[in-house]
């Protein structure tokens, strides 16, 4: 008998038989929804707030309030999407965002600190190469919550403009301007970090 919460079965993360189950209260298919989904979210959380324990503590927040929500869920986005948001609102709106207690080279290799595939490498007039990705993300941490959270959607996790929009509840011209203004900022704190370390 073939079940499609069945621990073995390769499970799609925005699978929608899956999703409307859950809808349906069926814990189970939540579950799998929570395993499917939590790495993805966690990287992301971890690079918008640069503390394990902090990114944990945002997602195991979204996972509980999407539990509670999930006959909200219209469908209109992606399930990613929509955790992506619950997500972002409580890492940011809910203030979370700390200072790292440890070094950001620490979690490069650890939690996916890497640059996504596609045209992320030619953000900041080419400043995220590979030589200079953990100098790009220690200048992360020195940006305002709304420009770190449109680069590391953009830039980090690939996300494309509309599906940015869901997270951040803009509309796609807002995420290119603010996106645009990001990069600007971004490039001028690497810049300083840059002449910092030149005159050390």
């Not at 073995?8 to 209260?25: K, M």
């Not at 301007?177 to 810049?191: F, T």
Request: net charge negative; glycine share 6%.
């Amino acid at each position: 008998m073939n079940d499609d919460c069945d621990d073995s079965e390769s499970v799609h993360c925005d699978d929608p038989e899956l999703i409307d189950r859950a809808i349906d209260g069926d814990e189970r298919a939540f579950a799998r929804l929570v395993d499917c989904n939590q790495e993805m979210l966690f990287r992301s959380m971890l690079r918008l707030l640069g503390c394990p324990q902090d990114a944990e503590e945002a997602v195991q927040e979204a996972f509980v309030r999407a539990f509670t929500r999930i006959d909200s869920f219209d469908g209109n986005s992606k399930f990613s999407t929509w955790l992506y948001r619950i997500a972002f609102n409580a890492a940011i709106s809910g203030h979370r965002k700390k200072k790292p207690s440890v070094s950001l080279d620490q979690h490069v290799d650890d939690y996916g600190w890497e640059v996504a595939d596609g045209d992320a490498a030619g953000v900041a007039d080419g400043l995220l190469r590979e030589e200079n990705i953990r100098l790009v993300h220690r200048a992360l941490d020195e940006l305002s919550d709304e420009h770190r959270a449109v680069l590391v959607l953009r830039e980090l996790d690939d996300l494309a403009y509309k599906e940015i929009g869901d997270v951040l509840g803009l509309t796609p011209g807002t995420v290119r301007s603010r996106l645009s203004r990001a990069r600007s900022e971004l490039r001028h704190v690497v810049q300083a970090i840059q002449s910092c370390v030149a005159l050390t």
